[in-house]
DNA sequence: GTCGCTTGCCAC
DNA sequence: AAACGTGGCAAGCGAC
């Protein structure tokens, strides 16, 4: 990887004299001007900005944030073109916290990390892998000399002196390679990506104002819960330990018991050991084993406790949780969120009790009914699809059709295998997993996939046609690929899974409703009580006094009957206390 | 002590 | 001809 040119002009901002230089620069001609922060740490509530850089494709600018961030935001205040930043969400937070009468210039802003994912979903959106991608080059010996620095000195993000050079020209350094990305990704957002570029950049005001609001948790349950999760796993290990002198938890000792006791194992991990999943340990539960009941309680037990109970009352800021949303976080442009991974809450009142209503508030939940079958729907035009859609209930009619047996009803178990034969192809599965997950026979799965498919011929003709563009544009331009209706673009690997392009034209467009949907919501005024999105559900945090008024409009918002072959639907579920009470009606 | 890999499991 | 997709995260364990 080549170095770029770091001798470019850079400067320290901490007199009136290189202010004023700083103001006379401004007025030059340029493309855009590139924003950028340094911060002790992530979290905008507990972690201070350290260092404002603002630059363009020539020359950086660095100032201490103490005593010199407002000059840099009256500038940034008065500049009219493009401000650019690479991953503006989180410099935008970090600087409105810190700066609360100051506001980014929302039309004007721009963010290098969501065109880099736009023109390339299957590649790292970081500011350096995008800089060797387009330009071929990146300050490596810079950053190499920094970490080096920081490693002998024993400096932190939060402890390195501001005015050490490397440290503040870096980030000029990093102001100048966004504003030469903008000027090189820029073109090909505007030629390509347009309108769903526009989608995105409204999406990153409203998750960052998801962020900031958080969500509510009620720290004495989870206090109460963790505890007794506590105790439960620490005297079931006490007694492995005692019987067998190992931990429930190291899978290679009690796969070794196991075996000693003569238990028959068959299942292999992809490396070639035993496998001791849920699925083996279940088995042998029911055959009245002990040591499985224990290890399965303990995995249980420490998953909620450790992954969600432990990590809310460790990440909680004044009772609140503000979990990171990664926007563009899927290849597939579904947003993923972590610390903590809200997306992830166990089903069921037990973990998602914790979460409560702000004061005088209530929470509500919007999700789209059968997303992604109604988009296979959309992209096939099968016409069995469709009216099996417009039936009411989509998995009852296609056990109708496949079984040949209209007295099935929603209780009938034959239902359920139709509900996991519509995942079986938005996935790609095949006869094999498809079996596995429906817990049906080799044989029964095989006539059903033949059945469905008799009955559903489009659904078979979308997936060949996906494949078939795929094969032909990796032959024509040596990459296999598709194009969602929003304009998004899904890469394959290889062209020997380009058959995931289908799971991925679905998911991807899934994503883009759901991104659409939070736009209709923002726009109907619901922004100020949005907290989550999780792929096909918006949660909502609403004041008691709204609900009513407010409901219908969710409504109205969530629902989508041009543009699609079929409507897309969603229902509304609250007002509740607690995000458990979805599950006690 | 930190890092990376493997395995397993939570969601949609 | 055949192929279940996308994430986040914890514990165990060996390597550095």
Redesign the pocket.
Known sequence: MGDVDTDVPITFVDDTHKLGQFLTWLNERRTCLAVDTETEGLEFWKCGVRLIQVGDARTGWAFPWPHWAGPALAAISAYDGPIVMHNAKFDTVMIEHHAPSFTVPRAQLHDTMIMGHLVSPHTSKALKSLCTQHMGAYASSLQRALDEAMAKNRWTWATVPIEFPMYWGYGCIDTVLTARLYDILHPQVQSSYEDLYELEMATMHIVASMEKRGARVDLAYCARARDQLGEFIESATQWCLDTYGF?P?????VTRQLLADGVTLTKR???G?W????DV?SGLELQGNVLATTVRGV??A??VK??YFD?FITLHDNEVLHPSI?QL????G?M??????L?????GPMVRDAFIASDDNVLVMADSDQIEMRLLAHFCRDEGLITAINSGDLHTDTARRVYGDMSIGKKDPRRQTAKNAA??KV???????FA??AGVSIEEARTFLSEYDRQFPGVKAF?KHV?AVAQQRFIEERQAYVTAPTGRKHVADDVRT???LV?YLI?GTAADVLKMQLRNLDLAGLGPYMTLP????VVFDIPRSEVSELIPVISQAMNITEGWAVPITAGVDGPYERWGDKYRE
Do not use: C, I, W
Not at 329 to 332: F, H, I, K, L, S
């Open positions: 931990r938890g190291s899978n290679r000792e991990t992809k490396s050991d496998a001791l999943d849920d340990l995995r249980k420490t998953k450790s992954t990590n990664n976080g899927a290849r597939t579904r993923s969120v972590n610390s903590p991974a997306q992830t809450l166990p089903r995942f079986a996935y790609m599965a095949g006869v094999d997993k596995a997950t997936q494949d380009a058959y995931k799971n998911q999780v792929h096909d559900e």
